[in-house]
């Protein structure tokens, strides 16, 4: 999803029921977002909200992450192509 634009977290979480139709724990988002930042996979960005509400942290995919989007992309596709 952050290949179509950067997100924050509880968007992210929406967004996957609305896509996909199940729910996550917005914690368990976190833990993802928080490993795939570790591994270099995504970037954080920062944005000032209004007085009185915090900054929201917008998550987006890094060169490295698309590079592994792209390797997982074709092994999925692979592997379907070997089930037909």
Do not use: C, W
Not at 20 to 29: D, K, L, N
Not at 30 to 56: H, N, S, W
Not at 66 to 75: P, T
């Amino acid at each position: 999803m952050l290949i179509d634009r950067p997100m924050y977290a509880y968007e992210i979480s929406k967004d996957l029921k609305n896509r996909f139709g199940f729910s996550t724990a917005v914690v368990t988002t976190y833990v993802v977002l928080y490993k795939l930042q570790r591994e270099g996979l995504i970037g954080v960005e920062e944005e000032t909200q209004a007085i009185g509400r915090p900054k929201r942290k917008y998550y987006t995919i890094t060169q490295s992450g698309k590079q592994e989007f792209e390797k997982a992309r074709l092994l999925l596709q692979t592997t379907f192509q070997l089930l037909k």
